[in-house]
């Protein structure tokens, strides 16, 4: 097991002269010096506090920390969904800083994909719709076999009409699952994608997410569960806003033991 205290191999891999503009082609996503604050003088929070951070392409990044760390706040901002006080930030190869709603709606359309926590179906929707929806919004027809497929893949074969109030909240996380598998993007943000999942579920869909590295996508995954976490390449811990560790080749028990040390 390699345990890094600090981001110094990220820095070195970011100081490049060209650095300020470039995106680094090695990496999916770059946070340089990303500071997120909220409200103002006395009220005022600091969610990301000068994050300076890199994901390896075709790689699968665990995020964890105690609550009110930061790590949800990093994804959305990986996401477009919000903006950085000051900093900057390049996904899948565009500056997004100061890109507009309408550029970042393509790039969710296009290059990022989602799992939320929350699920975000569309209740008048089957599930057989709300897995083709995204994909059809940015331009592509998945056939409806492969949306088929994509809905046994998670276990819900028989399950393709049936819409999200039919549906356990476990059923709905698979469904979203499958609305993300399907649309390949080049990165796919998870939010506790094995949160509503039972053990056997969460495996499932671990292995799906492997398999998804494996054929060049790469994830960022926020979670609170060590097993889960323990798939991923290698483990961010963050703290007050800031990056505390990382751990790469960790089992669930090392994983378990810093987090708890980090929480303690």
Not at 83 to 95: E, F, I, K, W, Y
Not at 168 to 191: F, T, W
Request: aromatic share 4%; glycine share 8%; with cysteine.
């Amino acid at each position: 097991m390699n345990t890094f205290t600090d981001t110094a191999p990220f820095r070195d891999a970011l100081s490049g002269p060209d650095s300020d503009t470039n995106p680094d082609p090695c990496f999916a996503v770059e946070l340089r010096h990303v500071t997120r604050t909220y409200g103002a003088r006395e009220i005022r929070v600091v969610a990301l506090d000068d994050v300076t951070i890199a994901f390896p392409a075709k790689s699968w990044t665990a995020v964890m920390g105690p609550s009110g760390s930061g790590k949800s706040t990093l994804l959305n901002i990986v996401g477009g969904l919000e903006r950085v006080t000051t900093g900057q930030v390049l996904v899948a190869g565009q500056d997004i800083t100061d890109a507009s709603e309408s550029q970042l709606t393509s790039l969710r359309r296009s290059d990022v994909g989602f799992i939320f926590q929350n699920f975000n179906l569309i209740g008048s929707l089957s599930a057989e719709q709300n897995v083709a929806m995204p994909s059809r919004l940015a331009g592509r027809r998945p056939t409806r076999r492969d949306v088929q497929a994509a809905l046994a893949e998670v276990g819900l074969g028989e399950r393709i009409h049936h819409r999200p109030r039919e549906l356990s909240g476990g059923q709905q996380q698979r469904v979203a699952i499958a609305r993300a598998l399907i649309a390949k993007p080049k990165v796919l943000l998870a939010d506790e994608p094995t949160g509503a999942l039972d053990s056997k579920a969460a495996r499932t869909v671990l292995g799906l997410m492997r398999a998804l590295v494996d054929s060049g996508q790469t994830i960022v995954m926020v979670t609170h569960d060590p097993i889960a976490a323990a798939y991923s390449d290698q483990v961010l811990f963050v703290s007050d806003g800031r990056i505390a560790d990382q751990m790469t080749g960790a089992s669930a028990l090392e994983i378990a033991d810093r987090l708890a040390r980090l929480e303690g």
